[in-house]
C-alpha cells in the first residue's frame, strides 16, 4: 500500500467544489433578496461548471483525485478524495441544484412596494449550504470530517422544512431535527470510539487497520444506525412524510432527491470503504430487509394517502429502501466479483434517477398545487389539460420511478434483479417486482386523475409559469436519459476502488 | 431487388417514422389536424413488410442503447397485417376525434401505442422487445379512457393493474433468460437457444407465459378484454383487440424454445388454451353487447392459438411458429374488421343494414373457419401442430363453439344496428372497412405458397372442405336448437370472474390498514426511539455473526 497521498493535477477543483457555494453564501449576506436571485444565476451555472470538470478529470485519470490541504498528509492533516461515485454524485447533485434554481426563480420573491422578507435570502443560503455540505460529504475522506459536512447538511436542511412559518410545518421541522439530532449523536459516538481503538479517523488508513473487534463493531453498528436515522429508512421515518411534505416545493425536491442521498453515501463509505471485508452476511441481510419493508410499507401507504405531497413523500420511503440492496448484493466488490459490479452500478444507478425524478416530481406536485389551490388527490381531475407540461414531467419522472423502460429506474432496477439472480437471493427480487407494482399503482392512480375530466372549471386555475414547468420537465428528462448511457458507465463508478 | 442501404433505411423508419410523428404530435402547439397523421403513420411499416426482404437487420447506434431489428417470415407477416388495420383504424380514428379538443392527447396515445405493437413484430434483442411491448401495454391507457365515462375509467385502471402485472412477469423472465444466456448477448435467439439448459428454466417459462398469456387474455387474465373494448372508442378497440393483442403471440413465438421439445410446458399451455377457447364461448353467448362478446371471440381465439403454439412447443416442432403466425394474421385482420363493422353498423340506416351485415357476416363466419375464406385455410394450417389426436378433436370442437359465438355476434350485431340511426359513415371510413375485410380473405391465400404449409389444391379439396364445414354445420344447428332458450341464458357481467376478484378487494384494502396502523404506531416518539436502540443492538449481533 503507498502510504504518501499527494495532491493530483485537479486536485484544486476538490477545494473549489465546496468553497464556491461558500462564497455564494458570503456573498447573499451582503446582498438583498432580489440580489441574492441574481447572484444564483453565477452560484449554480459555475459550480455546474466546477462538478463537470471533477467528472471529467476522475473519468480522463482513471483514478481518484485528490487534494491534501496544506500539504499534510494523513493522519496528521485531511485529504479530500473524488473517485467515481462521487464524481458522479456531485454532478447529479449539481444537475437538481440548477434545476432546483430555475424552478425557484421568483417564488420567495416579492413585491417591490413591500419590505423585504428574510425568505428569499433564507431559501438560497440555505441551498448553497445543501450543496456546499453534499460536495464535502461526497469528498471528505476522514470520519470526523465528514460529520461537520453532515451536521452542515442537517441544520442547512431543516429550516428549509418550516421556510413557509406556519405551525405543522415548524413542528415538522422540529421532528426532524430531533431525529436527526439523535442520529448525529449515534455517528459523534461511533466515530469517538473508533478514533479511541485506532488513533485515526482517515478512511484509507481504517482501512487497513480495523478488524473485528467487539469495540469496532459496536462503533460501525452505532454510527449506522445513526446514519440510518437521518436516511429516514423505515422504521426510523417518522420524520419523512410531515417533513418533506410541508416544505415548499423546491425545498422538498433538495431534501427527497438529495440530503436523504447524502446520509445513505455515508452508510456505504464506511462499509465499502473505511471497513471493508466487516458487513457479515446477516448484517447486510438485515439492512436489505428493512429496505425490503420499507418498500413495501412505503409503497402500500403511499397508494393510500390523500394528498399528493405525502404520496410523493411516501414513494422516497419506499425508493430508499431500493438502496439497501446494495449491502448483500455488491458484497463482493472488493473481491473482485463480477456481479457485484452489476449490483454496485444498480444501486447507485438508483439513487442517481430516484434524485432526478423525484425532484421532477415534487416540483410536478408544487406546480399542481399552485395551479389549483391544494393538493388533494381526489380533486386533481382533468389538470392535465391545464398543465400538460407537469403532467408529462409528472408521467415520466413516474415512469422512471416504476422502472418503466427507457429510463434509469428500469436499467438500475433490472440490473439489481440480476444481481439477485446471480447471488441466489431471489426474496429480493421478489420485493423488487412487488415494489414495482406498487409504484406503478400510486403513479397510474395519479396520472388517472391527470387525464380524468375536471372537478373544478378550468378558468378558475391560477398561473403557472412555463419556465418552471420546463425546469421540472428537464429534470424528468435527465432521469429518462439515464436509461440511455452506456454500460461502460458502470466501470467509471468503480473508480477510486 | 432492393439494396441493402434502402432495404435497412425501410426497415427503420417503420418504427423511426411513428416514434417521429409522435414527438412532433407531441410538441406541436394549439390544435392543428395531428389526428391526419394517424392513418399515414404505419404507411413504411406496411411497404417495409412487403418489400424489406427476409432477414434484414438495422442494428440502431449505441446511443439508442444499440438496439437490433430484424424482419423474419412470422414478424413480416404480422407486421403487414398489423400495420394494415393500424392504417384503416387510424382512417376511422381521425373522423372520430376531429372535432374534440382531445384530438392532441389521443393522436399521441394512439402513435405510441401504434409504435409500440409494430416494435414488437421486429425487435430482435430483450432490451428492445421489452421496450416496444411496454409501450403497446402501457400507452393503450390513454386510447381506452378517451372517453372519459366512469366505465372507461374502471376498465383502464383494471388494464393498466394487469398491465403493470404483466410488465412484472416479464422483466423478472427476461433477467433469468438474460442471467442464462452465454456471455452478454442480449439477442432473443441466443437467449432462448440457451434456455432449455438454463438452471432456471422453469421459472423462467412459468414467468414467460404468464406475462404474454396475460397480453392475450388467456382465462384467468381475460378479465380486462370485456371491459376494455366496451368501453374504448370503436377505433381504438379494432386496433388494440386485432393488432394490439398480437404481442402476447409473438412474444411466445419469439422466446419459447420450440428447437427442444417440452412436452409438459408444451401440454400445460395447451391445456390453458383449450379451456380459454371454450370458456371464451361459453360466457360469450351470454352477452348483449356485441363489443363484449367480440371480446370473449377474442378470449376464445387467443386460446385456440395459445394451444396451437402449446402442442408445438410440446412436440418441438419448428413449423409451429409459422403457423401461429399465420393464424394470428387472420385474426389480426378479422378482429379488427368486425369491431369496425361495429362501427359502421351503429351508423347505418336500418334500411341499409345488409350492406354492413353481409360483409360482417363473411368475416365473422371466417372466424370459425367458413370455406373458401382466408378462415378456412388458417384453421387447415394450424392442423399441422395440433395433430389430429385429442387436440385436433378439440380443435374442430372450438370451431363449433365459435360458429355458435359468432351467429351470437351478428344477431346482436343486426339489434344494435336496428336501434341507431345517426350520420352515415363517409364512403372513405366504409372503404376503410372494407379494404381490411378483403384483406383478411386474400392475404391468407397469397401468404400459404411463402409458409409452404399446403397447397391451393389441399385447400379446395373435398376432404379438407368437408373437415371445414361440418363444424359450422354443428354449430349453426346447435345455435338454432339454443334459439328459443337464448333469454333464459343467464346474464353474466363483463368480465365475469371479475366479481370475484371484488369480493376479495376489501380483504385487500384492509392489508393497507393495517400497514397505515403500523405505521403510525412506528412514528410515535417513543416506539422510534426503541426502534433506534433495537437496531443497534440487532445490527451489531448480526455483524458478530460470522
Given at each position: 500500500?503507498?502510504?504518501?497521498?499527494?495532491?493530483?493535477?485537479?486536485?484544486?477543483?476538490?477545494?473549489?467544489?465546496?468553497?464556491?457555494?461558500?462564497a455564494?453564501?458570503?456573498?447573499?449576506?451582503?446582498?438583498s433578496?432580489?440580489?441574492?436571485?441574481?447572484?444564483?444565476?453565477?452560484?449554480?451555472?459555475?459550480?455546474?461548471?466546477?462538478?463537470?470538470?471533477?467528472?471529467?478529470?476522475?473519468a480522463?485519470g482513471?483514478?481518484?483525485q485528490?487534494?491534501?490541504?496544506?500539504?499534510?498528509?494523513?493522519?496528521?492533516?485531511?485529504?479530500?478524495?473524488?473517485d467515481?461515485?462521487?464524481?458522479?454524485?456531485?454532478?447529479?447533485?449539481?444537475?437538481?441544484?440548477?434545476?432546483?434554481?430555475?424552478?425557484?426563480?421568483?417564488?420567495?420573491?416579492?413585491?417591490?412596494?413591500?419590505?423585504e422578507?428574510?425568505s428569499?435570502?433564507v431559501?438560497?443560503?440555505?441551498?448553497?449550504?445543501?450543496?456546499?455540505?453534499l460536495?464535502?460529504?461526497?469528498?471528505?475522506?476522514?470520519?470526523?470530517?465528514?460529520?461537520?459536512?453532515?451536521?452542515?447538511?442537517?441544520?442547512?436542511a431543516?429550516?428549509?422544512v418550516?421556510l413557509?412559518?406556519?405551525?405543522?410545518?415548524?413542528?415538522?421541522?422540529?421532528?426532524?431535527?430531533?431525529?436527526?439530532l439523535?442520529?448525529?449523536?449515534?455517528?459523534?459516538?461511533?466515530?469517538?470510539?473508533?478514533?479511541?481503538?485506532?488513533?485515526?479517523?482517515?478512511?484509507?488508513?481504517?482501512?487497513e487497520?480495523?478488524?473485528?473487534?467487539?469495540?469496532?463493531?459496536?462503533?460501525?453498528?452505532?454510527?449506522?444506525?445513526?446514519?440510518?436515522?437521518?436516511?429516514?429508512?423505515?422504521?426510523l421515518?417518522?420524520?419523512?412524510?410531515?417533513?418533506?411534505?410541508?416544505?415548499?416545493?423546491?425545498?422538498?425536491?433538495?431534501?427527497?432527491?438529495?440530503?436523504?442521498k447524502?446520509?445513505?453515501?455515508?452508510?456505504?463509505?464506511?462499509?465499502?470503504?473505511?471497513?471493508?471485508?466487516?458487513l457479515?452476511?446477516?448484517?447486510?441481510?438485515?439492512?436489505?430487509?428493512?429496505?425490503?419493508?420499507?418498500?413495501?410499507?412505503?409503497?402500500?401507504?403511499?397508494?393510500?394517502?390523500?394528498?399528493l405531497?405525502l404520496?410523493?413523500?411516501?414513494?422516497?420511503?419506499?425508493?430508499?429502501?431500493?438502496?439497501?440492496?446494495?449491502?448483500?448484493?455488491?458484497?463482493?466488490?472488493?473481491?473482485?466479483?463480477?456481479?457485484?459490479?452489476?449490483?454496485?452500478?444498480?444501486g447507485w444507478?438508483?439513487?442517481?434517477?430516484?434524485?432526478?425524478?423525484?425532484?421532477?416530481?415534487?416540483?410536478?406536485a408544487?406546480?399542481?398545487?399552485?395551479?389549483?389551490?391544494?393538493?388533494?388527490?381526489?380533486?386533481?381531475?382533468?389538470?392535465?389539460?391545464?398543465?400538460?407540461?407537469?403532467?408529462?414531467?409528472?408521467?415520466?419522472?413516474?415512469?422512471?420511478?416504476?422502472?418503466?423502460?427507457?429510463?434509469?429506474?428500469?436499467?438500475?432496477?433490472?440490473?439489481?434483479?440480476?444481481?439477485?439472480?446471480?447471488?441466489?437471493?431471489?426474496w429480493?427480487?421478489?420485493?423488487?417486482?412487488?415494489?414495482?407494482?406498487?409504484a406503478?399503482?400510486?403513479i397510474?392512480?395519479v396520472l388517472?386523475?391527470?387525464?380524468?375530466?375536471?372537478?373544478?372549471?378550468?378558468?378558475?386555475?391560477?398561473?403557472?409559469?412555463?419556465?418552471?414547468?420546463?425546469a421540472?420537465?428537464?429534470?424528468?428528462?435527465?432521469a429518462?436519459?439515464?436509461?440511455?448511457?452506456?454500460?461502460r458507465?458502470?466501470?467509471?463508478?468503480?473508480?477510486?476502488? | 431487388?432492393?439494396?441493402?442501404?434502402?432495404?435497412?433505411?425501410?426497415?427503420a423508419?417503420?418504427?423511426?417514422?411513428?416514434?417521429?410523428?409522435?414527438?412532433?404530435?407531441?410538441?406541436?402547439?394549439?390544435?392543428?389536424?395531428?389526428?391526419?397523421?394517424l392513418?399515414?403513420?404505419?404507411?413504411?411499416?406496411?411497404?417495409?413488410?412487403?418489400?424489406?426482404?427476409?432477414?434484414?437487420?438495422?442494428?440502431?447506434?449505441?446511443?439508442?442503447?444499440?438496439?437490433r431489428?430484424?424482419?423474419?417470415k412470422?414478424?413480416?407477416?404480422?407486421?403487414?397485417?398489423a400495420?394494415?388495420?393500424?392504417?384503416?383504424?387510424?382512417?376511422w380514428?381521425?373522423?372520430?376525434?376531429?372535432?374534440?379538443?382531445?384530438?392532441?392527447?389521443?393522436?399521441?396515445?394512439?402513435?405510441?401505442?401504434?409504435?409500440?405493437?409494430?416494435?414488437?413484430?421486429?425487435?430482435?434483442?430483450?432490451?428492445?422487445?421489452?421496450?416496444?411491448?411496454?409501450l403497446?401495454?402501457?400507452?393503450?391507457?390513454?386510447?381506452?379512457?378517451?372517453?372519459?365515462?366512469?366505465?372507461?375509467?374502471?376498465?383502464?385502471?383494471l388494464?393498466?393493474?394487469?398491465?403493470?402485472?404483466?410488465?412484472?412477469?416479464?422483466?423478472?423472465?427476461?433477467?433469468?433468460?438474460?442471467?442464462?444466456?452465454?456471455?452478454?448477448?442480449?439477442?432473443?435467439?441466443?437467449?432462448?437457444?440457451?434456455?432449455?439448459?438454463?438452471?432456471?428454466?422453469?421459472?423462467?417459462?412459468?414467468?414467460?407465459?404468464?406475462?404474454f398469456?396475460?397480453?392475450?387474455?388467456?382465462?384467468?387474465?381475460?378479465?380486462?378484454?370485456?371491459?376494455?373494448?366496451?368501453?374504448?372508442?370503436?377505433?381504438?378497440?379494432?386496433?388494440?383487440?386485432?393488432?394490439?393483442?398480437?404481442?402476447?403471440?409473438?412474444?411466445?413465438?419469439?422466446?419459447?424454445?420450440?428447437?427442444?421439445?417440452?412436452?409438459?410446458?408444451?401440454?400445460?399451455?395447451?391445456?390453458?388454451?383449450?379451456?380459454?377457447?371454450?370458456?371464451?364461448?361459453?360466457?360469450?353467448?351470454?352477452?348483449?353487447?356485441?363489443?363484449?362478446?367480440?371480446?370473449?371471440?377474442?378470449?376464445?381465439?387467443?386460446?385456440?392459438?395459445?394451444?396451437?403454439?402449446?402442442?408445438?412447443?410440446?412436440?418441438?416442432?419448428?413449423?409451429?411458429?409459422?403457423?401461429?403466425?399465420?393464424?394470428?394474421?387472420?385474426?389480426?385482420?378479422?378482429?379488427?374488421?368486425?369491431?369496425?363493422?361495429?362501427?359502421?353498423?351503429?351508423?347505418r340506416?336500418?334500411?341499409?343494414?345488409?350492406?354492413?351485415?353481409?360483409?360482417?357476416?363473411?368475416?365473422?363466419?371466417?372466424?370459425?373457419?367458413?370455406?373458401?375464406?382466408?378462415?378456412?385455410?388458417?384453421?387447415?394450417?394450424?392442423?399441422?401442430?395440433?395433430?389430429d389426436?385429442?387436440?385436433?378433436?378439440?380443435a374442430?370442437l372450438?370451431?363449433?363453439?365459435?360458429t355458435?359465438?359468432?351467429?351470437?355476434?351478428?344477431?346482436?350485431?343486426?339489434?344494435?344496428?336496428?336501434?341507431d340511426?345517426?350520420?352515415?359513415?363517409?364512403?372513405?371510413?366504409?372503404?376503410?372497412?372494407?379494404?381490411?375485410?378483403?384483406?383478411?380473405?386474400?392475404l391468407?391465400?397469397?401468404?400459404?405458397?411463402?409458409?409452404?404449409?399446403?397447397?391451393?389444391?389441399?385447400?379446395?379439396?373435398s376432404?379438407?372442405?368437408?373437415?371445414?364445414?361440418?363444424?359450422?354445420?354443428?354449430?349453426?344447428?346447435?345455435?338454432?336448437?339454443?334459439?328459443?332458450?337464448?333469454?333464459?341464458?343467464p346474464?353474466?357481467?363483463?368480465?365475469?370472474?371479475?366479481?370475484?376478484?371484488?369480493?376479495?378487494?376489501?380483504?385487500?384494502?384492509?392489508?393497507?390498514?393495517?400497514?397505515?396502523?403500523?405505521?403510525s404506531?412506528?412514528?410515535?416518539?417513543?416506539?422510534?426511539?426503541?426502534?433506534?436502540?433495537?437496531?443497534?443492538?440487532?445490527?451489531?449481533?448480526?455483524?458478530?455473526?460470522?
Open positions: 500500500m503507498s502510504t504518501t497521498i499527494t495532491t493530483t493535477a485537479s486536485g484544486y477543483l476538490l477545494v473549489l467544489a465546496i468553497m464556491w457555494p461558500v455564494g453564501i458570503m456573498l447573499s449576506f451582503v446582498t433578496g432580489r440580489g441574492v436571485e441574481r447572484l444564483a444565476c453565477v452560484v449554480l451555472p459555475v459550480g455546474f461548471g466546477i462538478a463537470v470538470a471533477v467528472l471529467i478529470a476522475v480522463q482513471g483514478q481518484s485528490i487534494y491534501v490541504v496544506g500539504d499534510w498528509a494523513p493522519p496528521l492533516g485531511i485529504a479530500l478524495r473524488a467515481g461515485i462521487s464524481a458522479a454524485m456531485m454532478l447529479t447533485t449539481a444537475i437538481v441544484m440548477c434545476a432546483t434554481g430555475l424552478f425557484a426563480q421568483g417564488e420567495f420573491s416579492q413585491p417591490s412596494d413591500l419590505p422578507a428574510r428569499p435570502v431559501f438560497w443560503v440555505l441551498l448553497f449550504a445543501i450543496w456546499s455540505g460536495n464535502a460529504l461526497v469528498l471528505g475522506s476522514d470520519l470526523f470530517n465528514l460529520y461537520v459536512a453532515l451536521e452542515l447538511l442537517t441544520f442547512a431543516v429550516p428549509l418550516c413557509k412559518g406556519q405551525k405543522e410545518t415548524i413542528e415538522a421541522a422540529l421532528r426532524y431535527m430531533l431525529f436527526a439523535i442520529g448525529s449523536v449515534l455517528y459523534l459516538l461511533g466515530a469517538a470510539m473508533i478514533y479511541g481503538a485506532y488513533g485515526t479517523l482517515d478512511i484509507g488508513l481504517l482501512s487497520r480495523v478488524r473485528p473487534d467487539p469495540a469496532t463493531l459496536i462503533a460501525a453498528s452505532l454510527m449506522t444506525v445513526g446514519l440510518l436515522a437521518k436516511t429516514a429508512l423505515f422504521p421515518h417518522l420524520w419523512l412524510p410531515p417533513a418533506h411534505a410541508g416544505a415548499p416545493a423546491p425545498g422538498s425536491a433538495l431534501l427527497s432527491a438529495l440530503v436523504v447524502g446520509s445513505f453515501f455515508l452508510i456505504v463509505r464506511i462499509w465499502f470503504d473505511a471497513m471493508p471485508g466487516l457479515s452476511f446477516a448484517a447486510a441481510q438485515l439492512l436489505a430487509a428493512l429496505g425490503a419493508a420499507a418498500i413495501l410499507v412505503g409503497g402500500a401507504l403511499a397508494l393510500r394517502q390523500k394528498r405531497k404520496l410523493i413523500a411516501y414513494s422516497t420511503i419506499a425508493q430508499i429502501g431500493y438502496l439497501f440492496f446494495i449491502f448483500p448484493l455488491a458484497a463482493g466488490l472488493t473481491a473482485g466479483i463480477a456481479w457485484s459490479g452489476i449490483a454496485w452500478t444498480g444507478l438508483q439513487l442517481f434517477s430516484h434524485a432526478l425524478s423525484k425532484a421532477a416530481m415534487f416540483m410536478a408544487g406546480l399542481i398545487a399552485e395551479a389549483l389551490g391544494h393538493d388533494r388527490i381526489a380533486e386533481l381531475g382533468g389538470i392535465g389539460r391545464r398543465l400538460p407540461i407537469t403532467m408529462l414531467a409528472f408521467g415520466l419522472s413516474g415512469l422512471s420511478l416504476v422502472g418503466v423502460p427507457p429510463s434509469g429506474g428500469f436499467v438500475a432496477k433490472s440490473l439489481l434483479l440480476m444481481a439477485t439472480v446471480m447471488e441466489g437471493q431471489w429480493w427480487a421478489t420485493v423488487i417486482i412487488v415494489g414495482g407494482l406498487l406503478g399503482g400510486y397510474f392512480m388517472g386523475r391527470l387525464l380524468g375530466s375536471s372537478a373544478t372549471p378550468l378558468a378558475s386555475l391560477a398561473p403557472v409559469s412555463m419556465r418552471r414547468e420546463l421540472a420537465l428537464s429534470l424528468a428528462i435527465c429518462v436519459l439515464l436509461g440511455f448511457l452506456p454500460l458507465s458502470s466501470d467509471f463508478l468503480q473508480i477510486g476502488r | 431487388m432492393m439494396t441493402p442501404m434502402i432495404a435497412s433505411t425501410l426497415l423508419s417503420a418504427l423511426a417514422v411513428p416514434l417521429a410523428m409522435m414527438a412532433l404530435a407531441l410538441s406541436r402547439r394549439g390544435t392543428g389536424h395531428t389526428a391526419n397523421l392513418p399515414l403513420a404505419p404507411l413504411p411499416a406496411l411497404l417495409a413488410a412487403m418489400m424489406v426482404p427476409e432477414d434484414t437487420s438495422v442494428v440502431l447506434p449505441q446511443a439508442l442503447l444499440g438496439l431489428i430484424t424482419i423474419d412470422p414478424g413480416a407477416m404480422l407486421l403487414g397485417a400495420s394494415l388495420l393500424w392504417s384503416a383504424g387510424g382512417i380514428a381521425r373522423a372520430q376525434v376531429r372535432s374534440q379538443s382531445q384530438e392532441r392527447p389521443f393522436t399521441v396515445w394512439w402513435l405510441t401505442t401504434l409504435a409500440g405493437s409494430l416494435g414488437v413484430f421486429l425487435a430482435a434483442d430483450m432490451i428492445g422487445f421489452y421496450l416496444f411491448f411496454t403497446v401495454s402501457l400507452a393503450a391507457y390513454g386510447l381506452i379512457v378517451h372517453d372519459d365515462t366512469p366505465a372507461a375509467h374502471r376498465a383502464a385502471g388494464y393498466v393493474a394487469l398491465a403493470l402485472l404483466g410488465e412484472a412477469f416479464l422483466l423478472m423472465g427476461f433477467v433469468l433468460l438474460a442471467a442464462g444466456a452465454p456471455g452478454s448477448s442480449l439477442l432473443i435467439s441466443d437467449a432462448v437457444a440457451a434456455l432449455p439448459t438454463s438452471s432456471w428454466r422453469d421459472t423462467t417459462l412459468l414467468l414467460i407465459v404468464l406475462g398469456g396475460l397480453k392475450m387474455g388467456l382465462v384467468p387474465f381475460h378479465v380486462w378484454m370485456p371491459l376494455t373494448y366496451s368501453a374504448a372508442p370503436i377505433p381504438a378497440a379494432a386496433v388494440l383487440s386485432g393488432a394490439a393483442v398480437k404481442a402476447g403471440v409473438i412474444g411466445l413465438i419469439r422466446f419459447l424454445p420450440f428447437e427442444a421439445a417440452l412436452p409438459g410446458w408444451g401440454e400445460v399451455l395447451a391445456s390453458v388454451g383449450f379451456f380459454s377457447a371454450f370458456y371464451g364461448v361459453g360466457i360469450g353467448i351470454t352477452q348483449a353487447n356485441p363489443a363484449a362478446v367480440l371480446a370473449y371471440s377474442s378470449v376464445s381465439q387467443m386460446g385456440f392459438l395459445a394451444a396451437v403454439i402449446g402442442m408445438g412447443l410440446a412436440a418441438g416442432n419448428r413449423a409451429a411458429p409459422l403457423a401461429a403466425a399465420f393464424y394470428a394474421v387472420h385474426h389480426v385482420l378479422v378482429k379488427g374488421g368486425l369491431f369496425l363493422a361495429l362501427g359502421a353498423a351503429s351508423a340506416l336500418p334500411r341499409n343494414a345488409w350492406l354492413v351485415m353481409v360483409p360482417a357476416a363473411v368475416l365473422a363466419l371466417g372466424l370459425a373457419g367458413l370455406p373458401l375464406t382466408g378462415g378456412q385455410i388458417a384453421k387447415l394450417v394450424a392442423k399441422g401442430p395440433l395433430g389426436g385429442l387436440a385436433g378433436t378439440l374442430q372450438s370451431a363449433v363453439g365459435t355458435l359465438l359468432v351467429l351470437h355476434f351478428l344477431r346482436r350485431l343486426s339489434a344494435s344496428a336496428a336501434q340511426s345517426t350520420e352515415p359513415p363517409s364512403s372513405l371510413l366504409v372503404g376503410a372497412w372494407l379494404t381490411v375485410a378483403v384483406a383478411s380473405l386474400v391468407p391465400w397469397m401468404f400459404l405458397s411463402t409458409i409452404g404449409a399446403a397447397s391451393w389444391n389441399t385447400v379446395l379439396s376432404e379438407e372442405l368437408w373437415s371445414a364445414s361440418w363444424p359450422m354445420l354443428a354449430g349453426g344447428l346447435l345455435a338454432a336448437v339454443l334459439w328459443p332458450w337464448h333469454t333464459r341464458l346474464r353474466i357481467p363483463e368480465g365475469d370472474v371479475l366479481a370475484i376478484g371484488q369480493r376479495c378487494l376489501p380483504s385487500v384494502f384492509s392489508l393497507g390498514a393495517t400497514f397505515e396502523r403500523v405505521d404506531y412506528l412514528r410515535q416518539w417513543p416506539i422510534a426511539s426503541m426502534c433506534v436502540v433495537l437496531l443497534v443492538l440487532l445490527l451489531t449481533l448480526t455483524l458478530a455473526v460470522p
